[in-house]
């Protein structure tokens, strides 16, 4: 089963533009993730898909491979897609940019749900991470999910999911964390789809999948991403790594 990690890096994020190529220890923040992914091990081939010459040659000058996107998308899953059209991978796993934290574990767990799944009845796979802190929960930007017994995904909110009607019940939250494994059939299919009245509605894209009756598989995991979305995201980041 031959594996791909995809690293999707766009320059003009919203909130933090340039983030990408922000310092975080001597060099810019994607070149910190395309480090982590590599030195895990475990995939075939590792790509940053960019539309930016700036960290295309930040990834190159790393001895890295480099998609150069030639067209506008309207999410991540969209720009790997297009960066994984012609390859003979299996599964195609994307990793944010902006995530120069992720553990070699969680992306271990992920690629073992479809060693696990010899039917291939799985479509794709992502982590979650239990949180009970309410500014939290409560936060939008943290998106939540629900799943079932099997720890299938039901449904992905911005508000708190499940609603406590009943107080004495603990209540225990999923954090999405938005890295994701695919199988890169699931994926294609998914870009050239159209988007979805639920997904339009809470920018939310992974609920296209759900929408469309695909089955994703959410693996806990005890590590918290730490995604760099704000200037002040970048200084948590920059403490950790002198940690």
Do not use: W
Request: aromatic residues 8%; glycine residues 4%.
């Amino acid at each position: 089963m031959k594996s791909i990690a995809v690293i999707p890096a766009r320059y003009a994020a919203q909130r933090f533009p340039g983030k990408l190529m922000q310092d975080l220890g001597g060099v810019p923040v994607i070149v910190q993730t395309y480090r982590t992914v590599v030195a895990t091990g475990l995939f075939d081939q590792v790509v940053v898909a960019t539309d930016d010459d700036r960290i295309a040659t930040a990834i190159q000058s790393e001895g890295g491979k480099v998609f150069k996107s030639q067209k506008e998308h309207d999410c991540g899953s969209d720009r790997i897609a297009e960066a994984v059209r012609e390859s003979d991978a299996d599964i195609v796993v994307n990793i944010q940019g902006d995530e120069p934290f992720i553990h070699k574990q969680s992306l271990a767990d992920l690629l073992a749900v479809f060693a696990h799944d010899p039917d291939k009845m799985i479509d794709l796979a992502s982590l979650m991470f239990s949180m009970t802190d309410s500014e939290a929960v409560n936060n939008p930007n943290n998106v939540k999910v629900i799943v079932d017994e099997n720890n299938f995904a039901l449904y992905f909110s911005r508000s708190p999911i499940p609603f406590y009607r009943e107080t004495t019940v603990a209540k225990i939250y999923h954090k999405h964390i938005g890295i994701y494994a695919f199988r890169k059939n699931a994926l294609m299919a998914f870009s050239s789809s159209n988007m979805t009245p639920l997904e339009k509605a809470e920018k939310i894209e992974c609920i296209r999948y759900l929408e469309q009756g695909k089955k994703m598989k959410m693996v806990p995991t005890p590590f918290e991403s730490i995604g760099i979305d704000t200037p002040e995201d970048l200084e948590i980041a920059q403490q950790k790594l002198k940690a």
